[in-house]
Nanobody, 125 residues
Framework: VQLQASGGGLVQVGDSLRLSCAAS????????MGWFRQAPGKEREFVAG????????FSSPSPKGRFAISRDNAKNTVYLEVHNLKPEDTAVYYC???????????????????WGQGTLVTVSS
């Protein structure tokens, strides 16, 4: 299994960004997918997840509608849209796959066996 994240870069406060994660090496449509991020000097944290059936969950506290996650099974790709970017969104964003038979998508990093290399998002004020 390979996960390739892309779409990061240097953006301005208030901008929007769409990150992509292309998967290969298995039955993508059967996987739950998640996005996590790790800011400098901080622990990795859950951002959003999407189940194999398209159900979604987001981090708590809620990001107040600034994040959206979606998937295109025909392209083996999961997306994370981030709107109204803030300096605190600066982080390396990772996609991850849960290929288990678990019923629903979860926010726990240990539930995800496969990880992409990450894509850096830097929000400049």
């Amino acid at each position: 299994v390979q996960l390739q994240a892309s779409g990061g870069g240097l953006v301005q406060v208030g901008d929007s960004l769409r990150l992509s994660c292309a998967a290969s090496g298995g039955a993508f449509s059967n996987w739950h997918m998640g996005w996590f991020r790790q800011a400098p000097g901080k622990e990795r944290e859950f951002v959003a997840g999407i189940s194999r059936n398209g159900g979604t969950i987001f981090s708590s506290p809620s990001p107040k509608g600034r994040f959206a996650i979606s998937r295109d099974n025909a392209k083996n790709t999961v997306y994370l849209e981030v709107h109204n970017l803030k300096p605190e969104d600066t982080a390396v964003y990772y996609c991850a796959a849960d290929r288990s038979q678990r019923f629903g998508v979860r926010s726990i990093a240990a539930d995800y066996a496969d990880w992409g290399q990450g894509t850096l998002v830097t929000v400049s004020s």
